[in-house]
């Protein structure tokens, strides 16, 4: 039998207010901003360009940025 997994059924889920509040994703934010490629902050913050993507994708949403 599989073993009995404690945090699936009662983990937290991060608010996207929370992630986009991150220092990292603050920096990240900042960058596109600025109108910087997903690779060029990749590489300048050492985060992949899938959390780029989420940090962009959240401040769209939140309405933060413009869609361009």
Request: no cysteine; net charge positive.
């Amino acid at each position: 039998p599989m073993p009995f997994k404690y945090n699936t059924l009662y983990s937290e889920k991060e608010t996207e207010f929370k992630f986009i509040s991150k220092t990292r994703n603050q920096k990240a934010l900042d960058f596109i901003k600025k109108g910087w490629s997903m690779r060029e902050i990749s590489k300048q913050l050492d985060m992949s360009t899938k959390t780029i993507s989420k940090v962009k994708t959240t401040a769209l949403k939140l309405g933060m940025i413009e869609n361009t």
